[in-house]
């Protein structure tokens, strides 16, 4: 068996046909692209693309002369991703941009999130999906600082992947071919020494969580291919051969069912996209969808635009569902096993970390939040302890905060406007998790001890 497995998979090597669905022995892993606006997420996205065979030579040529014609030469590659008009126009990425590609041993899914603050709600729906962040960096003189200083970017998408579970983070220092850089090894280490400490104080560990790459986007340096040449001082490996050989992500397989629903459209039928956290799914199979308790069944399955008959965790699906009208559906709802449901609830109990707020917090204070992938307004309610930033325990000495304020870490109880689909935090970290958000800004980051009604 292991033998016509191999023999079909060679054979699939030798003829890239994009129509031809994957072998599905080949490990899933979720990528995404962050980083400030024009660091080059697309670009690359665009570049790995072409490299691995997934865009042909003779769409790029085509996408290069509209480029032109609309004097935006070096854009070319990110239209790979940036699909849409307005996305073009403006060489901004405004949703999560979804494509895939494959190396021998892994099948990988690139999620391309928008750079821009005012899509970080839609970048927040992105990183819920991804096992693996690339924080992508631009070299180049004044672009790197703008990036990192307080109103940018970096240090907030830096932020949001941690909350939303991606524990390692690929660092691609990019645009090292800009004229302003010229391939400087001072240049990369400046960089590199400025990113570390913040990403330490984020929670990413320096030795295992992150590695960092110098790579162009544009010319494709260092993706794919080793460029010696240019780049001396580097001896790594290229992106994708480091993509390829990072250790295996642990996934619940014999879990309860949980889809996350992120997004639903009609086509002919009702269809929902998420991404299967735990358990195995089939075509046939019948599932509820809290928190209406909704009985459905699952007429077809998608991953990446390939028809399954089944799916693993940590597979992005669409699922043409029955039973149920597009309109009854919102993002953030869950599928589950009709004999597991997930819990489901108003009230809970968090530990929250307030990580920017200018004033201060009291109880009745409301912001939204975002948990997989439901949006929700909630309020606090009562404060209940303080916790000890050095040790992680609760501060027995000072009884009920009054408020709270930045950088505080407290034990609160929230309820939401409506009811949710959520799980304590030690039971499904994936559905246990949140990040709260005020005006435009992310304020703080928590996770659900328990749940109260």
Known sequence: MEEAAKATAAVKKKLPEPDEPSAPLKEHINVIFIGHVDAGKSTIGGQIMYLTGMVDKRTLEKYEREAKEKNRETWYLSWALDTNLEEREKGKTVEVGRAYFETEGRHFTILDAPGHKSFVPNMIGGASQADIAILVISARRGEFETGFERGGQTREHAMLVKTAGVKH?????????????????????????????????????????????????????????????????????????????????????????????????????????????????ARGMQLVLMPNKTNVEILALQSDENEVESASPGENLKLRLKGIEEEDIIPGFVLCSPDNVCSTGRMFDAQVVILEHKSIICAGYSCVMHCHACVE?????????????????????????????????????????????????????????????????????????????
């Open 377 to 453: 307004e909630v309020q606090f309610k009562v404060l209940l302890a303080l916790v000890d930033r050095k040790t992680g325990k609760i501060d027995q000495t000072k009884g009920r905060p009054r408020f709270i304020k930045q950088d505080n870490i407290v034990i609160a109880r929230l309820e939401a406007t409506g009811l949710i689909c959520i799980e304590t935090f030690k039971d499904f970290p994936q559905m246990g998790r949140f990040t709260l958000r005020d005006e435009g800004k992310t304020i703080a980051v928590g996770k659900v001890l328990k749940l109260r009604e």
């Open 169 to 281: 983070i690929v660092v691609v220092i990019n645009k090292m071919d800009d004229p302003t850089v010229e391939w400087s090894q001072a240049r990369y280490e400046e960089c590199k020494e400025k990113l570390i400490p913040f990403l330490k104080k984020v929670g990413f560990n320096p030795k295992k969580d992150l590695y960092f790459i110098p790579v162009s986007g544009y010319t494709g340096a260092n993706l794919k291919e080793p460029d010696r040449e240019i780049c001396p001082w580097y001896s790594g490996p290229p992106l994708i051969e480091y993509l390829d050989e990072l250790q295996s992500i642990d996934r619940r397989v014999d879990g309860p069912i949980r889809v996350p629903i992120t997004d639903r459209y009609k086509d002919m039928g009702t269809v929902a996209l998420g991404k299967l956290e735990s358990g195995t799914l």
